[in-house]
């Protein structure tokens, strides 16, 4: 499809500038065929009248076999300088088309790559629910205690496909072209403190505890997707630490930015995975996490969404059993004038 498109265009480039070029070089024959017959007229009257010492007394032919030459090579000329501009045209053209069309081809691969993700994570649970009812239709005696387990088993399976939509639909809502995100003045502290409450029942469940230190800052943002995003990091911090284990959080105001960093001192990544995680559905070292815990590898793609959106930047460090940190940063408004505190409680 593409290969098609680029010759189409090619095509496109050759005859806008064929067209500009032979429009060009038909100006330019009939201004030089017309200076040559002025050229040759005054040379001839010239000379003649060097020859007789007076005015011709009879009009001189209009043309000469010499200007009819002039004209063979100045058409000659051009057709050569024509062809030039056409191997030229088409090129450039196919180099051009080519390197214009790179970012869609890019963009159409991965778009079909997350729908072949998407579609592959939808049908897994999908699966599981239609076989379990398979199985129950085949059954010949038909418990209660069977029918409870069934159903059971299915809202875990619904439950796993409502958290895959919604974050589907919320990476979408953050990756909208021209979306128009609703900002405004946000204290950092009020979203580390929903956010916290938010996190509060799985760190409980195990055992985790967070330490915060947080200077008030002020930011231009959204408060639904900074909270979101302060959710995911905490998340993950819970979701990849053992039990019994703390998670650090450091708010500072550092030049004009706003400086988060959530550190765990969890299972940590191997410095190959850390390039690909804020790729949709990257999940680091397959075997370790997607056996042991729950995700689809598009928390992270859509914390990175939200930082762009708010012009920031995110990083992470990590060391694989020593924990991981992650680093955002996002342009801040000022310092406020409340106090610092431990808002974990
Ligand atoms: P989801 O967030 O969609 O439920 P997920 O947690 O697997 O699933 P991401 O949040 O995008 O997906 O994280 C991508 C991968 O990065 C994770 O699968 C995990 O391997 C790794 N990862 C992220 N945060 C941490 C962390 N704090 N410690 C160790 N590994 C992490
Ligand atoms: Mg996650």
Same mark, same amino acid.
């Given at each position: 499809?593409? $290969?098609?498109?680029?010759?189409?265009?090619? #095509?496109?480039?050759?005859?806008? !500038?064929?067209?500009?070029?032979?429009?060009?070089?038909?100006?330019?024959?009939?201004? +030089?065929?017309?200076? =040559?017959?002025?050229?040759?007229?005054?040379?001839?009257?010239?000379?003649?009248?060097?020859?007789?010492?007076?005015?011709?007394? $009879?009009?001189?032919?209009?043309?000469?076999?010499?200007?009819?030459?002039?004209?063979?090579?100045?058409?000659?000329?051009?057709?050569?300088?024509?062809?030039?501009?056409?191997?030229? #045209?088409?090129?450039?053209?196919?180099?051009?088309?080519?390197?214009?069309?790179?970012?869609?081809?890019?963009?159409?691969?991965?778009?079909?790559?997350?729908?072949?993700?998407?579609?592959?994570?939808?049908?897994?649970?999908?699966?599981?629910?239609?076989?379990?009812?398979?199985?129950?239709?085949?059954?010949?005696?038909?418990?209660?205690?069977?029918?409870?387990?069934?159903?059971?088993?299915?809202?875990?399976?619904?439950?796993?496909?409502?958290?895959? !939509?919604? %974050?589907?639909?919320?990476?979408?809502?953050?990756?909208?072209?021209?979306?128009?995100?609703?900002?405004?003045?946000?204290?950092?502290?009020?979203?580390?403190?929903?956010?916290?409450?938010? =996190?509060?029942?799985?760190?409980?469940?195990?055992?985790?505890?967070?330490?915060?230190?947080?200077?008030?800052?002020?930011?231009?943002?959204?408060?639904?997707?900074?909270?979101?995003? =302060?959710?995911?990091?905490?998340?993950?911090?819970?979701?990849?630490?053992?039990?019994?284990?703390?998670?650090?959080? $450091?708010?500072?105001?550092?030049?004009?930015? #706003?400086? +988060?960093?959530?550190?765990?001192?969890?299972?940590? +990544?191997?410095?190959?995975?850390?390039? $690909?995680?804020?790729?949709?559905?990257?999940?680091?070292?397959?075997?370790?996490?997607?056996?042991?815990?729950?995700?689809?590898?598009?928390?992270? #793609?859509?914390? %990175?969404?939200?930082?762009?959106?708010?012009?920031?930047?995110?990083? =992470?460090?990590?060391?694989?059993?020593?924990?991981?940190?992650?680093?955002?940063?996002?342009?801040?408004?000022?310092?406020? +004038?409340?106090?610092?505190?431990?808002?974990?409680?």
């Amino acid at each position: 499809m593409f $290969h098609k498109t680029r010759l189409k265009l090619t #095509a496109l480039y050759i005859l806008t !500038t064929l067209l500009i070029s032979v429009t060009f070089s038909i100006g330019l024959y009939s201004m +030089m065929v017309r200076e =040559v017959t002025r050229f040759d007229k005054a040379q001839r009257f010239r000379i003649e009248r060097q020859i007789v010492g007076t005015a011709p007394s $009879h009009p001189l032919p209009e043309t000469s076999e010499l200007i009819e030459e002039s004209k063979g090579r100045i058409v000659i000329f051009l057709i050569i300088i024509n062809a030039t501009v056409v191997l030229l #045209a088409g090129g450039c053209g196919y180099f051009l088309a080519g390197r214009s069309l790179e970012p869609i081809e890019e963009m159409v691969r991965e778009q079909n790559r997350f729908i072949s993700d998407a579609s592959h994570e939808l049908r897994t649970p999908i699966t599981a629910l239609k076989s379990a009812f398979e199985v129950y239709r085949r059954s010949k005696k038909k418990t209660q205690k069977e029918a409870s387990a069934i159903i059971d088993d299915s809202l875990l399976e619904v439950d796993a496909l409502q958290n895959l !939509t919604e %974050s589907l639909l919320e990476l979408v809502q953050y990756n909208k072209p021209n979306k128009t995100t609703q900002m405004g003045r946000l204290d950092l502290v009020d979203i580390f403190k929903d956010a916290l409450r938010r =996190v509060k029942p799985l760190a409980q469940k195990s055992q985790i505890k967070i330490k915060t230190d947080i200077t008030p800052v002020t930011v231009q943002g959204n408060g639904q997707a900074l909270k979101d995003l =302060v959710v995911i990091l905490l998340d993950n911090a819970i979701k990849y630490s053992s039990q019994k284990t703390t998670i650090t959080i $450091h708010v500072k105001k550092v030049q004009n930015n #706003a400086v +988060m960093s959530i550190s765990d001192r969890g299972i940590g +990544m191997d410095q190959n995975d850390l390039p $690909h995680i804020f790729e949709r559905f990257y999940r680091a070292d397959t075997a370790r996490t997607k056996r042991n815990t729950e995700g689809y590898g598009l928390g992270l #793609a859509i914390a %990175s969404e939200i930082v762009q959106t708010h012009n920031g930047t995110i990083q =992470v460090s990590s060391e694989i059993k020593k924990g991981t940190t992650f680093t955002v940063t996002i342009p801040c408004i000022q310092t406020t +004038m409340r106090k610092k505190s431990n808002i974990f409680s």
